[in-house]
T-cell receptor, first 114, second 114 residues
Framework: GAGVSQSPSNKVTEKGKDVELRCDPI?????LYWYRQRLGQGLEFLIY????????KSGLPSDRFSAERTGESVSTLTIQRTQQEDSAVYLC????????????FGPGTRLTVT | GDSVTQMEGPVTLSEEAFLTINCTYT??????LFWYVQYPGEGLQLLLK?????DKGSNKGFEATYRKETTSFHLEKGSVQVSDSAVYFC?????????????FGTGTQLKVEL
């Protein structure tokens, strides 16, 4: 079956522009996560969706970052007025539910802000 | 807050050498522990996990034992292969009070040479 997919795989944008990153989770997975991996650093949690519950946004670094998810399907991470420090690989993961430990990761979107 | 510390890389070994990648954690509760692996050009994959003290996770010849007394989860393999070359991430989840977000270490790059 299909895994988690993300698009685009690479994105180069100018400072100050807005970007949208897309994640398609595994079908039937109710939980969806966004993480960020900056060069030389570990993955940082950004936001977590579980079913119809209010998302856990505690990891979003600023109000320039937002994310949406429609039901239990696609999610979009939006970064407004991008800054150079936003350059990173943005990873999406999904899991079958709240009690499931394993998260299945997508290949990531490499964002470069020039 | 919760954190994971793992040894810095890159670690370079000859094929058939013994591998240890150290990982220690700090958590306010009783976490579950994981090793994820990222092969070149691929997404993160779960390698192994342990959910309680003294549990040993194992997969593909890799092992790690959950040591509560030393708050450690070191990854070991008796004989590495070139195909094991990848970046290895230690991570934890606290399911109570911390949501389901993974807290990752910074990753350790392993290079195995012939």
């Amino acid at each position: 079956g299909a895994g988690v997919s993300q698009s685009p795989s690479n994105k180069v944008t100018e400072k100050g522009k807005d970007v949208e990153l897309r994640c398609d989770p595994i079908s039937g997975h109710t939980a969806l996560y966004w993480y960020r991996q900056r060069l030389g650093q570990g993955l940082e949690f950004l936001i977590y969706f579980q079913g119809n519950s209010a998302p856990d946004k505690s990891g979003l670094p600023s109000d320039r970052f937002s994310a949406e998810r429609t039901g239990e399907s696609v999610s979009t991470l939006t970064i407004q007025r991008t800054q150079q420090e936003d350059s990173a690989v943005y990873l999406c993961a999904s899991s079958p539910g709240l009690a499931a430990y394993e998260q299945y990761f997508g290949p990531g979107t490499r964002l470069t802000v020039t | 807050g919760d954190s994971v510390t793992q040894m810095e890389g890159p670690v370079t070994l000859s094929e058939e050498a013994f591998l240890t990648i150290n990982c220690t954690y700090t958590a306010t509760g009783y976490p579950s522990l994981f090793w994820y692996v990222q092969y070149p050009g691929e997404g993160l994959q779960l390698l192994l996990k342990a959910t309680k003290a003294d549990d040993k996770g194992s997969n593909k010849g890799f092992e790690a034992t959950y040591r509560k007394e030393t708050t450690s989860f070191h990854l070991e393999k008796g004989s590495v292969q070139v195909s094991d070359s990848a970046v290895y991430f230690c991570a934890l989840i606290l399911l109570t009070g911390g949501g389901n977000k993974l807290t990752f270490g910074t990753g350790t790059q392993l290079k195995v040479e012939l």
